[in-house]
């Protein structure tokens, strides 16, 4: 899916949206939640709402959890889950030492490469699950993320010397100020080295998994999706991070864009792109259409599942993205994007033909006034009926402390 995008920039937002297909203002997490803060521990996050696991387990699946949840408290097996295999995170991070992983609710410390260990336990689950029910296994490895240190060398050694041409070498981002993010590089190079270790290391993960369905004969009835929570900036606009790579926050391509590949052989074409805009949300929605389990009543959701795209039938399909984190708020076309930032900042407006390094802010052009008025409507149209009044993220600093952290009033 050449267009896939994550509601929110920011990971547990955008992992509560895929978990719940809801939009933050309708879920409430609007923000990453420090696994090792003390509300984060005393706080459901997600109580009240029914999960992918939870309805897919209630058609009967197998369901697994290995890797990051990120929604909450990791170290407590989630309703809805068979098997759990949690990385939980505390502060700092260490991606390639001691972690601490629950593993089915008992706490265990573990050293290691933190993709082969999360690798390992999804291995487990296939091989010793019940094969006379369907499984559902989410694996959520994390090893891209910040600090970009101690990756394998095997791996960061097949990059030391890269030109990393694939970065275009942006000036600083003219409409925010950047925030210096926990890792952020004094030798790019070397951290891109890293970064690019830890993408080959999962790769290397996602192959071991498919060749275990393969040893299994199972690769032919399984459907694989492989996505990220959100994009990532690495030195792109001088910005290391997402969406909270600056201040005010960034709605900016880099931040929103996220990879949305899926397999299944005889039913979804090889090789096939589609250009339909699509979210977590949508994703949602369509695995639970795969697995038979579509929610009766589907009006509080914001996606629609897009099954029938990966199975190349005509789709009539929406043409514009939303998103939002916190206060601010974006709606995309293929040709305009729109960010409104309701807690401070310029509202901007970018020409993505003809800007696509989003640099040229067109809100005060009067040729644009129709353009900004048609979109501003659209963007008021969709959260009217896509958010809760108690949850909406444009409610800022009146959110409830419990729905709410400080990224956007802070680097934090």
Known sequence: MNNAFTP????????????TGLYPS???????LAEDDAAVQATDWLAGIPTLAERLQAVDYTTAL?????????????DGFDYWYSAWRKTPKNFGGDNLYSDQGVLRSRRGQDTRIINQAALDFLRNRNRDKPFFLFV????????????????VSQYRDASFDDIPDDAPYPFGEPTMRPGAPDDPQATRAQYYAAVSMIDEGVGALLD?????????????????????NLGQHGIWGK???????????????VPLLCKLPGMIPASARRAEF???????????????????????????????????????????????????????DRYYKLVKRYAGGETLLHDLLNDPRETVNLIEDPAQYERVARMTQQLGEFFTQYESPEQRGTLGDQLPTHNRREAWRSSA
Request: proline share 6%.
């Open 212 to 232: 275990e369905l393969d040893a299994q004969q199972e690769s032919d009835g399984t459907l694989v999706v492989y996505t990220s929570d959100h994009g990532l």
């Open 26 to 32: 309708q879920h409430g997490v609007h923000d990453h």
């Open 66 to 78: 290995c890797g990051k949840w990120h929604c909450g408290a990791g170290e407590s097996p989630k």
């Open 278 to 332: 699509v979210t977590h949300c949508d994703l949602h929605l369509t695995l639970l259409d795969f697995a038979g389990a579509l929610p009766d009543d589907p009006s509080d959701f914001p996606g629609r599942s897009f099954r029938s795209i990966l199975q190349a039938e005509e789709a009539d399909w929406r043409d514009r993205y939303f998103g939002e984190y916190g206060p601010t708020r974006v709606i995309r």
């Open 243 to 257: 969406g909270n790579g600056s201040q005010p926050l960034n709605m900016l391509d880099e931040s929103i864009r």
């Open 8 to 19: 929110c920039p920011v990971c547990s937002p955008a992992r509560a949206s895929f978990w």
């Open 140 to 155: 959520g490895y994390a090893t891209t993320h910040s600090p970009w240190r101690d990756r394998s060398e095997r791996w």
